[in-house]
């Protein structure tokens, strides 16, 4: 079985195990994606409205 990294980063991101400069090395080591950096981002935002 093959890890979600997005889910992963997204689930330690939104409980504040990681910030932004961890999910930022993910992207430089391509287990995700810049735009699913940038939905993981807007997700945090959308959690504090």
Same mark, same amino acid.
């Given at each position: 079985?093959? +890890?979600?990294?997005?889910?992963? !980063?997204?689930? @330690? @991101? #939104? =409980? =504040? @195990? @990681? =910030? !932004?400069? %961890? !999910? $930022?090395?993910? !992207?430089? #080591?391509?287990? +995700?994606? &810049?735009? &699913?950096? $940038? %939905? +993981?981002?807007?997700?945090?935002?959308?959690?504090?409205?």
């Amino acid at each position: 079985m093959a +890890i979600d990294w997005f889910e992963k !980063v997204k689930e @330690y @991101y #939104l =409980g =504040g @195990y @990681y =910030g !932004v400069e %961890e !999910v $930022n090395k993910f !992207v430089k #080591l391509k287990k +995700i994606t &810049q735009e &699913q950096a $940038n %939905e +993981i981002f807007k997700a945090k935002e959308e959690e504090v409205e």
